[in-house]
Protein backbone atom coordinates (compact mmCIF):
# COMPACT_ATOMS: atom_id res chain seq x y z
CA UNK A 1 0.00 0.00 0.00
CA UNK A 2 1.25 3.19 -0.83
CA UNK A 3 -0.31 6.38 -0.26
CA UNK A 4 0.49 10.32 -1.32
CA UNK A 5 -0.41 13.07 -0.13
CA UNK A 6 -0.81 16.44 -1.78
CA UNK A 7 -2.59 19.88 -2.11
CA UNK A 8 -0.96 21.43 1.27
CA UNK A 9 0.34 25.31 0.90
CA UNK A 10 0.22 28.58 1.99
CA UNK A 11 -2.81 30.51 3.31
CA UNK A 12 -4.33 33.25 4.62
CA UNK A 13 -6.59 32.40 7.74
CA UNK A 14 -10.30 32.57 7.05
CA UNK A 15 -9.07 30.41 3.27
CA UNK A 16 -9.69 27.41 2.46
CA UNK A 17 -7.30 24.61 1.02
CA UNK A 18 -8.16 21.04 -0.37
CA UNK A 19 -6.20 17.84 0.44
CA UNK A 20 -5.90 15.43 -1.74
CA UNK A 21 -4.66 11.57 -0.69
CA UNK A 22 -4.09 9.03 -3.53
CA UNK A 23 -3.84 5.46 -2.65
CA UNK A 24 -2.17 2.24 -4.52
CA UNK A 25 -1.39 -0.97 -4.43
CA UNK A 26 -4.33 -2.56 -2.90
CA UNK A 27 -8.17 -1.94 -3.60
CA UNK A 28 -8.68 1.33 -1.83
CA UNK A 29 -12.58 0.17 -0.26
CA UNK A 30 -10.97 -2.24 1.63
CA UNK A 31 -9.53 0.28 3.85
CA UNK A 32 -10.46 3.07 6.14
CA UNK A 33 -8.81 6.08 6.28
CA UNK A 34 -7.97 9.11 8.18
CA UNK A 35 -6.12 12.49 7.97
CA UNK A 36 -3.98 13.48 10.93
CA UNK A 37 -1.55 16.13 11.41
CA UNK A 38 1.71 17.35 13.31
CA UNK A 39 2.54 20.90 14.32
CA UNK A 40 5.86 21.53 15.12
CA UNK A 41 6.75 20.56 19.16
CA UNK A 42 3.37 18.85 19.03
CA UNK A 43 2.08 15.00 19.20
CA UNK A 44 0.70 13.92 16.08
CA UNK A 45 -3.31 14.38 16.48
CA UNK A 46 -6.33 12.84 14.53
CA UNK A 47 -8.45 15.41 12.45
CA UNK A 48 -10.71 12.98 10.77
CA UNK A 49 -11.49 9.71 9.18
CA UNK A 50 -13.88 8.06 6.78
CA UNK A 51 -14.97 4.49 6.83
CA UNK A 52 -14.63 1.65 3.88
CA UNK A 53 -17.97 2.63 2.71
CA UNK A 54 -17.69 6.24 3.03
CA UNK A 55 -20.82 6.26 5.31
CA UNK A 56 -19.26 6.86 7.95
CA UNK A 57 -17.39 10.40 9.38
CA UNK A 58 -15.40 11.07 12.58
CA UNK A 59 -14.23 14.23 13.05
CA UNK A 60 -11.54 15.70 15.98
CA UNK A 61 -13.77 18.35 17.81
CA UNK A 62 -11.40 20.86 16.81
CA UNK A 63 -12.19 20.50 12.73
CA UNK A 64 -15.75 19.88 13.24
CA UNK A 65 -17.67 22.06 11.11
CA UNK A 66 -14.98 23.43 9.49
CA UNK A 67 -13.30 20.31 7.54
CA UNK A 68 -14.72 17.80 5.40
CA UNK A 69 -13.37 14.62 4.69
CA UNK A 70 -14.47 12.03 1.17
CA UNK A 71 -13.48 9.58 -0.70
CA UNK A 72 -14.04 8.37 -4.12
CA UNK A 73 -12.44 4.81 -5.95
CA UNK A 74 -9.06 6.04 -5.35
CA UNK A 75 -8.21 8.99 -3.36
CA UNK A 76 -9.25 10.77 -0.13
CA UNK A 77 -9.66 14.39 0.50
CA UNK A 78 -9.83 16.63 2.97
CA UNK A 79 -12.14 19.93 2.04
CA UNK A 80 -10.47 22.47 4.67
CA UNK A 81 -12.69 25.86 5.02
CA UNK A 82 -12.32 28.19 7.46
CA UNK A 83 -8.81 27.69 8.03
CA UNK A 84 -7.09 29.37 11.30
CA UNK A 85 -3.64 29.51 12.57
CA UNK A 86 -3.78 26.67 14.87
CA UNK A 87 -4.38 24.50 11.89
CA UNK A 88 -0.89 24.74 10.51
CA UNK A 89 0.54 21.54 10.60
CA UNK A 90 1.83 18.91 8.54
CA UNK A 91 -0.96 16.68 7.43
CA UNK A 92 -1.01 12.82 7.52
CA UNK A 93 -3.33 10.13 5.27
CA UNK A 94 -2.92 7.01 6.83
CA UNK A 95 -4.86 3.76 5.91
CA UNK A 96 -6.07 0.44 8.12
CA UNK A 97 -7.88 -2.24 6.60
CA UNK A 98 -8.80 -3.73 10.52
CA UNK A 99 -10.63 -0.77 11.90
CA UNK A 100 -11.87 2.59 11.69
CA UNK A 101 -10.08 4.21 14.71
CA UNK A 102 -8.94 7.67 16.21
CA UNK A 103 -5.59 6.16 17.30
CA UNK A 104 -2.45 7.14 14.88
CA UNK A 105 -0.82 3.89 16.32
CA UNK A 106 -3.84 1.92 15.04
CA UNK A 107 -3.21 2.79 11.55
CA UNK A 108 -0.67 1.01 9.38
CA UNK A 109 -0.26 2.79 6.48
CA UNK A 110 0.66 6.27 6.03
CA UNK A 111 1.65 8.80 3.57
CA UNK A 112 4.13 11.21 3.59
CA UNK A 113 2.60 14.62 4.90
CA UNK A 114 1.88 18.13 2.90
CA UNK A 115 2.76 21.12 4.64
CA UNK A 116 -0.39 23.27 5.72
CA UNK A 117 0.89 27.20 6.90
CA UNK A 118 -1.94 29.44 7.68
CA UNK A 119 -1.18 33.04 8.46
CA UNK A 120 -2.61 36.12 9.74
Known amino acids: VQLQASGGGSVQAGGSLRLSCTFS????????LAWFRQAPGKAREFVAN??????STFYADSVKGRFTISRDNAKVYLQMNSLKLEDTAVYYC????????????????WGQGTQVTVSS
Open 25 to 32: GRTLTNYN
Open 50 to 55: IGKSGG
Open 94 to 109: AADARWLRVRSQDYVH
